[in-house]
Nanobody, 124 residues
Framework: QVQLVESGGGLVQAGDSLRLSCAAS????????IGWFRQAPGKAREFVAA????????YYADSVKGRFTISGDGAKNTVYLQMNSLKPEDTALYHC?????????????????WGQGTQVTVSS
């Protein structure tokens, strides 16, 4: 069983930055691709970014490309999401997840382990 715990969310103004953290309960990241997803009220959960730990390959949604950066620290078993130039439309509950199937990186069914999420609210 893999446990993922997110932290770092908060209330910020448009243009500000936040760094989210996703800590795993055991050495997870050498085995899994880790993704960040977000869900705004009344909307479907959507892909934000992912990192393939073995190769360090990163993926981003078009809406965050150039503003968000995903990275990892193997020694700390933690993946980060640095979010710059935040916009009100980035407001959502952000979850990290471990990919457990051969499905596409951007699809939620590809991920078998999920954290509870951390809330990000961006005011205009």
């Amino acid at each position: 069983q893999v446990q993922l715990v997110e932290s770092g969310g908060g209330l910020v103004q448009a243009g500000d930055s936040l760094r989210l953290s996703c800590a795993a309960s055991r050495r997870t990241f050498s085995a899994y691709t880790i993704g960040w997803f977000r869900q705004a009220p009344g909307k479907a959960r959507e892909f934000v970014a992912a990192i393939t730990w073995s190769g360090g390959t990163t993926y981003y949604a078009d809406s965050v490309k150039g503003r968000f950066t995903i990275s990892g620290d193997g020694a700390k078993n933690t993946v980060y999401l640095q979010m710059n130039s935040l916009k009100p439309e980035d407001t959502a509950l952000y979850h990290c997840a471990a990919k457990t199937s051969a499905g596409r990186v951007v699809q939620t069914p590809s991920y078998g382990y999920w954290g509870q999420g951390t809330q990000v609210t961006v005011s205009s």
